[in-house]
């Protein structure tokens, strides 16, 4: 079983920065690709970064250049930095890791119970 922990998240000025986490823990699988999604009130939910082991990224357009995802693999932990946070981002930031157990051959995905980001004016 894989838990994640999320934090990080909090009250912002538009403009400003935030920095969130996502650690995961247990033990008996490998974890793959790790990556960050946000849900607005009424909306659905989207992708915002995601990274693989080999450390490839990807980005929603609408965050690229102002967002950096990154992990510590030692620490099975995912970041997102968040810079020029603007209103229309206030949501809840999940994370999802993509797992695959020892001796299945193939991968499970994990959320995390979700952290709320909320960008003011």
């Known amino acids: 079983q894989v838990q994640l922990v999320e934090s990080g998240g909090g009250l912002v000025q538009a403009g400003g920065s935030l920095r969130l986490s996502c650690a995961a823990s247990?033990?008996?699988?490998?974890?793959?690709?790790m990556g960050w999604y946000r849900q607005a009130p009424g909306k659905l939910r989207e992708l915002v970064a995601t990274?693989?082991?080999?450390?490839?990224?990807n980005y929603a357009d609408s965050v690229r250049c102002r967002f950096t995802i990154s992990r510590d693999n030692a620490k099975h932990t995912v970041y997102v930095k968040m810079n020029s946070l603007k209103r229309e981002e206030t949501a809840v930031y999940y994370c999802?890791?993509?797992?695959?157990?020892?001796?299945?051959?193939?991968?499970?995905?994990?959320w995390g119970q979700g952290t709320q980001v909320t960008v003011s004016s």
């Open positions: 247990g033990s008996g699988f490998r974890i793959n690709a």
């Open positions: 990274i693989t082991s080999g450390g490839n990224k």
């Open positions: 999802k890791v993509q797992v695959m157990p020892s001796g299945v051959l193939r991968n499970y995905d994990y």
